[in-house]
DNA sequence: TCTGGGGTCCTAGGACCC
DNA sequence: TCTGGGGTCCTAGGACCC
């Protein structure tokens, strides 16, 4: 049995912890850049506001009593450690979906018991953390997103929806109620297709033919389906695997045309992918960067990029900006407005497993590895960026700020709330 | 004026091998 | 006329998630 339990409008709850003069006020949270909404209240959402719509289409709603932040990361990321932990002392076996839910195991538990469990867990994140949340608690984890996903739609059922606790004639009720794009893993190209297809609601979709939904579409949809019914198919993952991927990338403050911004910027993103790289004790064998205009102009547009596969994999900030920067230079165009750059990294494996000596240069890895390992703890102990590559001077001009960014209450001595 | 960032998985198709 | 069959690995692109 799993439960899923999710944070509501996560980052304007963690906002509202440290700004009780905000309780029911409509409240959004940006996303970098302050681009566009990533988080909002009911009463945010009663104003019009939908999901990732830019900030300059909600701006005058300021006037009329909508409060705005920023993104503030450190902040949220500290309050979801809390989150985790204290679900995770009423329910011991846990997997951290993301930022803001989890999947836990209720197996042991006998199914009086569900309820309750979904309850005390909701009870201690508003009186432990400050967070109010909803529980979905089902056999399958695509039901259990499914019942959350109908807890927080309908606050009447008290925060906390149990699967089997329906009969037969409820839950379908439950199911022909809900439109097929609301479930977890269709999306909306898909719930296109459904629908063309007349298969509107969940209910329809569980009654469709298995062998149809595969060849229309994928196993991943069959998967999905069978999940539903009542079939698990997907297990808890407690340990987190190493990505398989890193991808550091950020949109510029402003339009940006000489190449040394993207030098800069390029060093500022390769300096951060390579730190988690090395967080995960891995290395790289591919490294690609991008660079593009605004995808929202239509004069002029250009999308660079360009990928190395190297012989050895790397996890030295320095090899991995030297590539980088010669990759910029094939890549870079002048007389274009530059909007956006960034870099990937792939072929990602374990450092430790085999650690190959470069025949060529005769550099040790390991070497490298020890002095990049020493600079990430002076970063750690004396705050970022107290070492770095001099070439992430060059220009910040394509750094946007965070106009509206809260204090860093729990991780920064100096934004401590004090009360008088 | 103004539109995010970071991931995963699956499939198809090409190159290559015996 | 007719041109094997089976397999692996890699990459690009699509779809999805938060």
Redesign the pocket.
């Known amino acids: 049995v799993f439960a899923l339990v999710?944070g509501n409008c996560?980052y304007c709850s963690c906002e509202r912890i440290f700004r009780p003069d905000l309780k029911n006020k409509p409240v959004v949270v940006?996303?970098?850049?302050?681009?566009?909404v990533?988080a909002r209240t009911p009463e945010a959402k009663a104003m019009g506001i939908k999901?990732?719509?830019?900030?300059?289409?909600i701006?005058h709603l300021e006037q009329k009593g909508l409060v705005t932040f920023s993104?503030n990361y450190e902040l949220y990321g500290n309050i979801s450690e809390r989150m985790m932990q204290t679900i995770a002392s009423v329910a011991p076996r846990i997997e951290i979906?993301?930022?803001?839910?989890c999947f836990a195991d209720l197996g042991g538990l006998d199914c009086a018991h569900l309820k309750e469990t979904g309850h005390l867990i909701r009870h201690r994140l508003a009186q432990w953390v400050g967070i109010p949340s909803c529980v979905g608690i089902a056999p399958t984890k695509t039901l259990a997103?499914f019942c959350n996903h109908l807890a927080k739609k309908y606050p009447s059922l008290g925060g906390v929806v149990v699967w089997d606790d329906w009969s037969t004639s409820i839950q379908d009720r439950a199911l022909k109620s809900e439109n097929i794009?609301e479930?977890?893993?269709?999306?909306?190209?898909?719930?296109?297709?459904l629908e063309n297809m007349n298969i509107k609601t969940v209910y329809d979709f569980i009654i469709a033919h298995p062998a149809m939904i595969?060849k229309k579409f994928?196993?991943?949809?069959e998967?999905v389906q069978k999940e539903l019914q009542g079939i698990a198919c997907l297990s808890l993952e407690e340990i987190s695997?190493?990505?398989?991927?890193?991808?550091?990338?950020?949109?510029?403050?402003?339009?940006i045309q000489d190449i040394q911004n993207l030098q800069s910027a390029i060093s500022f993103?390769i300096t951060?992918?390579a730190e988690?790289l090395r967080q995960q004790q891995s290395g790289c064998h591919?490294i690609?960067i991008f660079i593009s205009t605004?995808?929202?102009?239509k004069q002029q547009r250009y999308y660079g990029t360009h990928?190395v596969?190297l012989p050895n994999a790397t996890c030295s900030t320095l090899k991995l900006n030297q590539i980088a920067q010669d990759l910029l230079k094939k890549v870079y165009k002048p007389n274009h407005l530059y909007?956006?750059c960034?870099v990937?990294?792939?072929?990602i494996e374990s450092i430790n497993d085999h650690r190959q000596l470069d025949m060529l240069t005769g550099a040790d890895e390991k070497k490298v590895c020890d002095l990049m390992m020493t600079l990430d703890h002076i970063n750690r102990r004396f705050g970022k960026q107290t070492i770095r590559l001099a070439i992430e001077d060059l220009s910040h001009e394509w750094l946007?700020k965070r106009e509206r960014m809260s204090p860093r209450y729990t991780t920064s001595m100096s934004d401590v709330l004090i009360i008088n």
Not at 30 to 36: E, K, R, T, Y
Not at 183 to 193: D, E, H, T, Y
């Open positions: 999710d996560f940006l996303s970098n850049n302050d681009g566009c990533v999901m990732a719509v830019p900030y300059f289409q701006a993104s979906y993301s930022i803001d839910e997103k794009a479930v977890w893993g269709i999306g909306r190209r898909s719930g296109n297709k595969r994928t196993v991943v949809l998967r695997e190493p990505k398989k991927m890193i991808i550091c990338s950020k949109s510029f403050g402003k339009n993103h951060r992918a988690k591919t690609s605004d995808r929202f102009k990928t596969t909007k956006k960034g990937v990294l792939g072929g946007r």
